[in-house]
Structure formats: structure tokens, C-alpha cells
């Protein structure tokens, strides 16, 4: 199927700087593929004409899996009770980001549960007791439900915790939590979690602080592609008011060990995800392929359709893998992975600062 004059007019519009509305976004779902892939490669070439790939070299530690939220999607987490319920010790934290630093890591990513027992205290002294001791690394950490967690177990407002995690060291939030940025959906995957507004607030008053983060979209779990782009649209319109959104990682639904089950989206409906994402969110620099969902080879795929960056070499990361799908692979192996698509690789900065090329 070619993509109709509708479609065309649309794709010719987003190429050319002017932007779409959420109608047009919506009916991009049923353009031809080649033609969506092609509009999101030329947006991605104006907004980044060096034909580079980035990646970051980084660990997700997740310090905790007991969590009070129990989403239905979700494989990793467990109960207070559970026999398989942990909490990290400071030095086995210590450890996994000294292993990061000997790899040339340069972030980690401090991501758990919503553990009912802790409170802003025992962040903060985390926070100093890492920055002390590993003062050149990133701490990339903890979504807007755990920061909406923390405050309400402390006793604090939103802006309080996060001003609070900054000055121990904090330095930016991933976007951790969002799923589907629609609360008719969001209650039945998720009823215990967060809201929307929620989501939003916390990324709004971060941005206002000065504190950079990511927007993530978890989909293909039970949402729409009109879900999908009112997600996309509540990310464009705070990136209008703030700019604070450093990257845009849109991801998939994985449906192994979890109580809602189904099946994932095909590699298909992710690659045109990516590349109406790209289109569509037209004030947001960095597009990241989520290659640990997907794998390598939709990963190179995705570079064709909108991606600047393929994110992580994910050195460590337990909650996918909680779910039944796991992949990781060395520097030299991203580099492979990025030659062979037919770019250049250069390691990143959580900052987006190019430290090497390769």
C-alpha cells in the first residue's frame, strides 16, 4: 500500500519544519512504511546532519524490587514478604558502580520499587554516599513515581524532595513511569500508580530546577494509537513550556511473567511508533531506539526511522530481563551494531556530550 495524498501532504508538512496535529499523527499509523520511515530519516537528518549514532555506556541498578504499586504489566516487583524481595547494601551499590567506572561507564541509573519503608533520609545519604566516593559519575536516577512516592512517605512537597536529592547529588530523572500518559488506561494497568498529572508535575518542577530529564512511552499493552499520540502530545506541549526533555524513548509492553499477559507489539507498529514520534514530536532533539526491548536488529531498523541514539550498552538491568527478555552487549559490540547499519558511533554523556568517537 503507497501512502495516500492525505498521508502525503502530512508527511511533506512534518519534513518541512510545519507541525502536525494529533488527527494527522493518529491516521500516520495507516500510512505505507517506506514513506513514514523516510519523512522520519529526513527530520532526524535535519535535526542531526552528522551522520552519528550515540550510545551511553551506563547501569541500571536496581536497588529494590519491593513495591507497593503492583502493576499488572510489571514482572519485576514483590512484596515486603516475599522470599525474593531485596534491598541493595550501600557497599553492593558501591561495587556495581565501581564495575561501571572500570568499563568506562560514565552514569548510573538508580531505579526500584516503591518501597514503603523508605524515606528521604535514607536517599539522601545514598545520593552523598555515592557522589563522596564516585564523584565523576552521573546519577541519572529515580522516575516520577518514586520521586511522588518519596515525598508522600516524608512528608514533602514534590519540589521539596526534588530540591533535596539535588543538593545530594542527584543530577538528572529518567522518564521512568509514564507508560501511557492516559489515565483511562494507566487505571487499569497500573491502578495503584501514579496519575498523569502527577507524571507531569514532577518533570514540570525538575525542568524548573534546573534538572534535565527523558521522556519515555511504554506501549502495546492495551492502548490505542490515538492513546499513543495523546501521550506524544502532553510531551510536546510541557517540552513547549520548559525544554527540560533531553530525549524521547518510546519502548514496548513486555507481556512474559506478568498478570496482564497478551502479546507485545510487532516489530512493525514499533518502528512506525518511532518514526510518527520523531514527526510528531518536532521540539524534542533525541529520539533513543530501545533496542533492549526489541534487540539488535530492530535496533539498526530503528536508526532508519527516526533514531539518533540506541541508549544504553546496558551493562546491568533486571526489570525487562524480570519479564523474560534480555539484551546486553559490550562497547565493541554497539559499535559493531551501529557500523553496520552504516553510521558512525560515538559514546555519550547522559548530557549528550560527545566523549569519544569510534
Not at 500516520?28 to 552528522?50: C, I, K, S
Not at 561507564?105 to 557522589?131: C, F, N
Not at 499477559?261 to 518511532?274: C, I, M
Request: aromatic letters at 6%; a negative charge.
Amino acid at each position: 500500500m503507497r501512502t495516500n495524498s492525505s498521508h502525503s501532504e502530512i508527511l511533506d508538512r512534518a519534513v518541512a519544519g510545519r507541525r502536525i496535529g494529533e488527527s494527522n499523527a493518529v491516521s500516520l499509523f495507516d500510512a505505507d512504511l517506506l514513506d513514514l520511515g523516510q519523512a522520519a530519516d529526513a527530520v532526524r537528518r535535519q535535526l542531526h546532519p552528522d551522520p552519528l549514532v550515540t550510545f551511553i555506556v551506563d547501569r541500571n541498578i536496581n536497588y529494590t524490587n519491593i513495591c507497593s504499586s503492583g502493576c499488572a504489566f510489571c514482572a519485576f516487583y514483590r512484596s515486603e514478604e516475599d522470599p525474593e524481595a531485596y534491598l541493595l547494601s550501600k557497599e553492593d551499590i558501591f561495587t556495581k558502580t565501581q564495575e561501571t567506572l572500570d568499563l568506562d561507564g560514565t552514569a548510573v541509573m538508580l531505579q526500584g520499587g516503591l518501597h514503603p519503608g523508605l524515606a528521604i533520609d535514607y536517599y539522601e545519604d545514598l545520593l552523598r554516599s555515592i557522589k563522596e566516593r564516585f564523584p565523576r559519575i552521573t546519577i541519572h536516577s529515580f522516575g516520577p513515581p518514586e520521586i511522588v512516592h518519596i515525598a508522600k512517605v516524608s512528608g514533602l512537597s514534590i519540589e521539596q524532595t526534588l530540591r533535596r536529592m539535588k543538593d545530594a547529588g542527584l543530577d538528572s530523572l529518567p522518564g521512568g513511569g509514564a507508560e501511557i500518559l492516559v489515565d483511562s488506561v494507566r487505571h487499569k494497568i497500573s491502578p495503584k500508580k501514579i496519575s498523569s498529572d502527577p507524571w507531569m508535575e514532577v518533570m514540570r518542577v525538575a525542568h524548573c530546577l534546573g534538572m534535565r530529564t527523558t521522556a519515555t512511552m511504554m506501549f502495546g499493552s492495551i492502548e490505542s494509537h490515538a492513546d499513543r499520540v495523546e501521550h506524544l502530545r502532553r510531551i510536546r506541549e510541557l517540552q513547549d513550556e520548559t525544554g527540560g526533555f533531553r530525549a524521547f524513548i518510546p519502548w514496548t509492553y513486555q507481556p512474559g511473567h506478568t498478570e496482564l499477559g497478551g502479546e507485545t507489539a510487532s516489530g512493525l507498529d514499533y518502528v512506525k511508533t518511532l518514526a510518527i514520534s520523531r514527526l510528531y514530536l518536532d521540539n524534542v532533539e533525541n529520539v533513543q531506539a530501545s533496542w533492549v526491548t526489541q534487540g539488535p536488529k530492530i535496533g539498526q531498523v530503528a536508526l532508519a526511522f527516526g533514531a539518533n541514539d540506541l541508549g544504553s550498552t546496558m551493562i546491568e538491568e533486571n526489570v525487562v530481563r524480570a519479564a523474560g527478555v534480555s539484551h546486553s552487549v559490550p562497547t565493541e559490540g554497539m559499535v559493531r551494531m551501529i557500523a553496520d547499519a552504516g553510521y558512525g558511533a560515538a559514546q555519550r554523556t547522559t548530557q549528550y556530550e560527545i566523549i569519544r568517537r569510534f
